[in-house]
């Protein structure tokens, strides 16, 4: 099936932070991101965006109710991994590793 889409209304100004490899659409309710989940009535903070380690993204309620039903079992919806939430603002690799106290202790001594 291919989705062909003619108009595109521009209603949206801003975006969320997303995955450049992720659905811009909820796997749960299928609706786009910057629209709510059906529950919401305002997109943005009232109905935040969940961003899984598998790269699938949520709206925080879509995937909340999904988490507590029994036949979740804490899997993700569309691949079926155990779902763990991933900070959006951290990007992968970002993270420096910890300087140990010696390495802090060899930087250059001006004094001879
Ligand atoms: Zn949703
Ligand atoms: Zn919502
Ligand atoms: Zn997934």
């Known amino acids: 099936m291919k ?3 003619t108009a595109y209304h521009a209603v949206a100004e801003w975006k ?3 995955p450049e490899d992720s659905d811009d659409t909820c796997g749960i309710c299928r609706v786009q991101f910057e629209g709510t989940c059906a529950k ?3 997109p943005g903070d009232d109905c935040p ?3 899984g380690e598998c790269t699938h993204c949520f709206h925080m309620h879509c995937i ?3 988490l507590l039903s029994e036949q979740s079992q804490g ?3 569309m691949c079926r991994q155990a779902f ?3 900070v959006a603002e951290a990007p992968v690799g970002a993270r420096a590793p910890r300087q140990t106290p010696e390495e802090a202790a060899q930087t250059p001594a001006r004094t001879r």
């Open 3 to 5: 989705v062909t889409f």
């Open 16 to 18: 969320w932070d997303l």
């Open 40 to 42: 919401c009535k305002y």
């Open 49 to 51: 965006i969940v961003i």
């Open 64 to 66: 909340g109710d999904w």
């Open 75 to 77: 899997k993700c919806p």
């Open 84 to 86: 763990k939430e991933r």
